[in-house]
């Protein structure tokens, strides 16, 4: 199971997730992340720190979600990783696509207020 919620802050979009990005949960993220992109947000961190397990189909889908939030000038970074997890993005070299901080506070402050609202999608 793989819940997800979204919080609009003054720098960015946090999109916390909850459980497991495996196959029987990639259609979950896939649905929230082409809501997200729709918003075209300046600034993403997706709060990791309640994800238990991720397939490479789900690094696929975070991979995807970087790529169309930097095609329409945006940034995204992904933080409170467990450390199993973090080495698997660092194995991937996904790095300089999706930065990891260690706390969504730490990402969010690399990213400058937001002068536009977005609105969270709804779930």
Known sequence: MLSVSTTQ???GLVVALVGEIAIGTANTLEIELMRLS???P???VFD???VTFVA???MGLLVGCAKGVARSGGALRL???RPEIKMSF???RLGDLMPIDDT???ALAKFAPSTTTVTAPAH
Request: hydrophobic fraction near 50%.
């Open 104 to 106: 969504v506070e730490q």
């Open 79 to 81: 933080a409170a990783l």
């Open 90 to 92: 660092e194995r991937a």
């Open 56 to 58: 490479s189909l789900g």
């Open 38 to 40: 729709a918003l075209r």
């Open 48 to 50: 990791m720190a309640g």
């Open 42 to 44: 300046h600034a993403v």
């Open 9 to 11: 802050t003054p720098r």
